[in-house]
């Protein structure tokens, strides 16, 4: 079975997430929906009860009217009257009642007003006869009351029965919904249980595969420490050797060097008197002087010597950066604590002489952090960048050099930017080979500055790149350990 990438695991365990949250958000509204449809079944259900809970309550109060009014003509007792007159009250507003609560139901409607209608007519003749109770007790057979008695009873039933039958679909729409909602909050719960079984599968094998990844790792570097200890020594020898083979190319070129320009200065001084010679044989025999001869003293030999001259102390200061850099290889870095603020005062100080004759203005940001690292290192890393920024100005240009620093989590970013006449982009990495040099080669130098701060970079774990474009000036970024211990610099 293929190992799933982090890629891969994180992306299922995303998507089981995400799928999750949208089936629980799911679950929630339609949960949210069959609940509001529950409850408006339920309370359509307690509406219908209410319905029936009018209706037979205007069924009794109905039945005491006339059961009163019977017993009042029967027995001309009081109370019979009493109660009469306090149905024919109650009764009304009870067939009202029913009225206003069957309002979104028209079949009730029209029942209702059939019952309103023959409930006015039974309480007018049951006034009637209470009124003229000798006459009306007397034949109980031609009594209208009766009949619209009976037929209110009938109009009751049939609204009753109405009652019922939507008592009974709504309670069964009611069970409906209950059922959908337990249905779905199954559903939902097997489909959450899946989605979780499914991450739980996912977090196993990637789990699985880092373990297996770890214990490939954990046998891969059992002898890691002594390889990377091995070809440390073997790359310290090599920088020693490299560092020695240059002390001992520059010492030994030193010595025909100085033999060359010892005979040099021999030379030169043994062509002022032929040149006196060869002037004075022009005066008193000019017969006697070859003028190839003359060109030759006159003008070949000082120039071939210039010539001569300049290429050796060329070759001089070449071999001198050589064994400079040699001896930064081979000093051991001090770390300590260096304020910035003052070292690029310092800096800055060394410089002033020369930018104030080239009109350079230099701004130190103020409250630069403090670093620890070696003093020495870090002056000749700036002081090349300053001296860099002063060397290469814009002409027509006013000079103005920036020097900031922030901390950047463990690290400090340092720059030096410039207006100058910047660096092309095809140049940024070449301008920090040794000997290498960008643009136009109006100013003095050998291409060992840039070289050497970044190989002094290197020892203080640092790191020196450029930002610039041509005539836009240049932004020189050194960032360095906020911290350089004794072992990041001896290694």
Known sequence: MAKLSDRTANALVLAAVVSGFLLLMGIGLAGIVVMERNLRFTELVAHTYEVQ??????????????????????????????????????????????????????????????AKALAQDQISLAKASVANRQASAADFAEDRVVDDTRALRDLSQEMAKDEAAKLVQRNRERINSVEQLIVLVALGGLLTLGIAVGSLWVIWRYTRDLTR?????????????????????ELSRANEEIQRFAYIVSHDLRSPLVNVMGFTSELEAAAKPLGALVERVETEAPELLHPDAKLAVTSDLPESLRFIRA????????INAILRL?????????????????????????????????????????????????????????????????KYLKPG?????????????????????????????????????????SGAQDQPGEGIGLAHARTLGYRLGATVTVDSTLDEGATFRVSLPASLTLEASAA
Do not use: C, W
């Open 53 to 114: 809970d009018a209706i037979s309550e205007y069924r009794v109060l109905n039945e005491r009217m006339e059961t009163a009014r019977r017993g009042y003509l029967l027995s001309a007792n009081p109370r019979f009257s009493t109660v009469f007159e306090q149905m024919t009250t109650l009764a009304p507003a009870a067939l009202q009642r029913i009225g206003d609560l069957t309002q979104d139901s028209p079949a009730q409607q029209a029942r209702f007003a059939r």
């Open 213 to 233: 990844s770890r214990d490939e790792l954990g046998r891969l570097n059992e002898n890691l420490e002594d390889e990377v200890a091995a070809r440390t020594v």
């Open 311 to 318: 290429s050796t102390q060329k070759m001089d200061r070449l």
């Open 326 to 390: 040699s001896r930064e290889g081979r000093r051991v870095l001090t770390p300590q604590r260096v304020d910035l603020n003052v070292l690029f005062a310092t800096v800055v100080s060394s410089v002033k002489h020369r930018a104030d004759e080239l009109g350079v203005e230099i701004e130190i940001a103020p409250h630069l952090p403090v670093v620890v690292s070696d003093r020495l290192a870090l002056e000749q890393i700036f002081s090349n960048l300053v001296e860099n920024a002063l």
């Open 397 to 437: 240009r006013p000079g103005r050099i920036e020097i900031r620093a922030q901390p950047r989590g463990e690290r400090v970013i340092v720059e030096v930017a410039d207006n100058g006449r910047g660096i092309d982009p095809k140049d940024h990495s070449r301008i920090f080979d040794l000997f290498r040099r």
